[in-house]
């Protein structure tokens, strides 16, 4: 059974860099094919991809946000980790990290984490 | 980055009615689109991959047909439990882009 979860704060201040963590089980981010992808949710609004990290290693990024972001990942834990640098309280939104079936079909979702930029 | 136009943005119908929202991609993106439906306060949830192939277990109501730019996504007859946000979302380019949503609301 795949499993991912989302965890970080829930409450950064302007100009902070955002750390959150995705955790994950029942699949190896070493096998062959494997994709975790992040997307976020401002509150009432659109889904919005973020990154991508592949198996091998492959990242990919955002091209609106592909300079303030960084992702990585911890194959011995599960993890994948995405921060995001100068964050601003248009970054408020729902983070969620998925894994993808196939190319970026993305069929299984953590449960979200709500991170609220605020001063 | 492909813009997915997505319409209607709401729309409020009966129960047993026929749904259709349609999504229209910038440029060609082949069968690479995708339909989401998230409840309020959850995950969005996969529901149609390939323009038209029904994920496992997801009720033969939902369908999707289309290829190019322009795809519809149907619900044949609405349901209480289908009252949902659907969002259609291209992996045709890098980076994956999401339609605007459709809140569907029983009148």
């Known amino acids: 059974q795949v499993t991912l979860k989302e965890s970080g704060p829930a409450l950064v201040k302007p100009t902070q860099t955002l750390t959150l963590t995705c955790t994950f089980s029942g699949f190896s981010l070493s096998t062959t094919g494997m994709r975790v992808s992040w997307i ?3 509150p009432g609004k659109a889904l919005e991809w973020l990154a991508r990290i592949d198996w091998d ?24 980790v995405l921060t995001m640098t100068n964050v601003d309280p248009v970054d408020t939104a729902t983070y ?23 001063s | 980055d492909i813009q997915m136009t997505q319409s209607p943005s709401s729309l409020s119908t009966s129960l047993g009615d026929r749904v259709t929202i349609t999504c229209q991609a910038s440029q060609d993106i082949s069968n ?3 339909w989401y439906q998230q409840k309020p306060g959850k995950a969005p ?25 322009d795809f519809t996504f149907t619900i044949s007859s609405l349901q209480p439990e289908d009252i949902a946000t659907y969002f259609c979302q291209q992996y045709d380019n890098l980076p994956p882009t999401f339609g605007g949503g459709t809140k569907v609301e029983i009148k």
């Open chain 2, 32 to 34: 690479y689109l995708n």
């Open chain 1, 40 to 42: 976020r949710q401002p």
């Open chain 1, 57 to 80: 290693d492959d990242k990919f990024y955002s091209t609106s946000l592909k300079t303030r972001l960084t992702i990585s990942k911890d194959t011995s834990k599960n993890q994948v």
């Open chain 1, 96 to 118: 969620y990290c998925a894994r993808n079936l196939y190319g970026d079909l993305l069929a299984y979702w953590g449960q979200g984490i709500l991170v609220t930029v605020s």
């Open chain 2, 45 to 69: 949830r996969l529901l149609i991959y390939d323009a038209s192939k029904l994920e496992a277990a997801v009720p033969l109501r939902f369908s999707g047909r289309g290829s190019g730019t």
